[in-house]
């Protein structure tokens, strides 16, 4: 048995007291920190703080090995074939933004076919936007189905048109749609396209294997998976990355300079230009062993309990639309719903009158937004910490808002 009760007691944030009690429906915006995590950071910079690759002294040489040996973490955490293919960046934003702009500059073309779907956060799909424009590519958007998921008939045909890259996210933030990696992936490969995917809300809470899913990019956040802000991880296949040029110019990405020319390091190095963020790394390392000792198959198992109970409570109160997949389909602890009437920010403020923090409005979704006929949702998003009380809350919070607006 999964106890979250127990869970909840590692996160100091959510055992403040006062009242109404915080309950925090918010995680997929950015998670909570654990003791552990906390503790971590607090360790660094007690202990070993110092810039790393530069120094020969003790305190670098331990600065050296907490951050290099958190990248050997990562990678057995998603299984790459090495910590070379681990690139650290400030979060999933970076890290895709990081591939357009070096990948994308150096293979797009005028004509070339970007493929990516509706249901992207702007992370995913602006960047991909903005080299498009920039060398005259196309970009497409794969349609989604009544249910919220993504339209295969469509990504199909999209293929047949022998797209350059295909772009898209493993989870959405909005529908809790789980999408089908694997075999989007081996059908994109088929049709001679590089695959990157936005994984920002799949490893928080899902076992993720790169080799298994055979992608070529997969970028994530540490703060959404219980770990720091500003650090987060690009995954790239060796022989892609070392395909490509640097993404910024500065310290540690060299291998010589003149005046005239420089040379560049080898891979992850040449991707990690300027002093990094080591103890966020060591933080992420710390929010990977807590996540695994609670354990991926119960995680998973416990936020889709969460999600199921919300979903069918919430649609059983007449005037409220939930969107994404139903309640009984394997989907992510991602509930959007709109209240007839009520606004979604105030649905949203109401809710926190009573304690409950969610989103509310277009969350860095808007051609979504478009696709679902709104302009902004309120989300409730589920995690390890929460319980079936805090679903009790939500919605005796969404009844109060309909009284209040009745
Ligand atoms: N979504 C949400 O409330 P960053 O900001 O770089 O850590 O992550 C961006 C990002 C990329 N992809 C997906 C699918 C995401 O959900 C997010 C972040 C938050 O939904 C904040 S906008």
């Given at each position: 048995?999964?106890?979250?009760?127990?869970?909840?007691?590692?996160?100091?944030?959510?055992?403040?007291?006062?009242?109404?009690?915080?309950?925090?429906?918010?995680?997929?915006?950015?998670?909570?920190?654990?003791?552990?995590?906390?503790?971590?950071?607090?360790?660094?910079?007690?202990?070993?703080?110092?810039n790393v690759h530069r120094g020969v002294y003790k305190l670098a040489v331990a600065a050296d090995h907490a951050y290099d040996?958190?990248?050997?973490?990562?990678?057995?955490?998603?299984?790459?074939?090495?910590?070379?293919?681990?690139?650290?960046?400030?979060?999933?934003t970076e890290a895709i933004n990081l591939v357009a702009a070096t990948w994308g500059r150096t293979n797009l073309r005028e004509g070339d076919l970007v493929v990516s779907t509706v249901m992207e956060h702007h992370s995913c799909f602006v960047p991909w936007q903005m080299i498009a424009l920039e060398v005259g590519a196309r970009i497409e958007a794969v349609r989604i189905t009544e249910?919220?998921?993504?339209?295969?008939?469509?990504?199909?045909?999209?293929?047949?048109?022998?797209?350059?890259?295909?772009?898209?996210t493993q989870v959405s933030n909005v529908l809790g749609t789980i999408n089908?990696?694997?075999?989007?992936?081996?059908?994109?490969h088929a049709a001679g396209a590089v695959v990157?995917?936005?994984?920002?809300?799949?490893?928080?809470?899902?076992?993720?294997?790169v080799q298994d899913l055979d992608v070529d990019f997969l970028a994530f956040s540490a703060h959404k998976m219980l770990g720091p802000m500003g650090i987060g991880v690009l995954y790239g296949k060796r022989s892609v990355l070392e395909s490509m040029p640097p993404y910024q110019g500065g310290g540690s990405m060299i291998r010589k300079v003149t005046l005239e020319k420089t040379t560049w390091a080898d891979i992850p190095s040449r991707f990690e230009a300027g002093t990094p963020s080591v103890g966020d790394v060591v933080g992420l390392g710390a929010a990977i062993d807590y996540l695994?000792?609670?354990?991926?198959?119960?995680?998973?198992?416990?936020?889709?309990?969460?999600?199921?109970?919300?979903?069918i409570r919430l649609s059983a109160i007449p005037g409220v639309t939930v969107y994404g997949p139903p309640a009984d389909v394997a989907r992510a602890g991602v509930v959007s719903f709109v209240v007839d009437g009520v606004h979604p920010h105030d649905v949203a403020a109401l809710l926190d009158e009573r304690?409950?923090?969610?989103?509310?409005?277009?969350?860095?979704?808007?051609?979504?937004?478009?696709?679902?006929?709104v302009t902004a949702t309120t989300r409730a998003s589920f995690y390890v910490y929460n319980t079936i009380d805090d679903v009790d809350r939500l919605i005796e919070g969404v009844e109060y808002a309909q009284r209040v607006f009745a």
């Open positions: 048995m999964f106890d979250a009760a127990a869970v909840k007691r590692d996160f100091p944030i959510l055992n403040q007291g006062g009242a109404p009690p915080l309950t925090f429906l918010d995680s997929a915006a950015s998670s909570q920190k654990p003791q552990a995590v906390i503790d971590a950071l607090v360790n660094y910079y007690t202990t070993i703080n110092s040996g958190t990248r050997e973490h990562v990678a057995r955490f998603i299984n790459a074939t090495s910590p070379d293919e681990i690139v650290f960046t400030r979060g999933t249910s919220g998921e993504l339209d295969q008939d469509h990504y199909r045909e999209l293929l047949s048109q022998n797209p350059k890259v295909v772009a898209f089908p990696v694997k075999e989007m992936t081996a059908q994109a990157c995917i936005d994984a920002a809300q799949s490893v928080p809470h899902m076992a993720v294997d695994q000792d609670l354990g991926y198959a119960d995680i998973a198992r416990h936020e889709h309990e969460l999600a199921a109970a919300a979903i304690g409950v923090a969610v989103r509310a409005g277009h969350h860095c979704a808007q051609p979504l937004m478009k696709a679902l006929g």
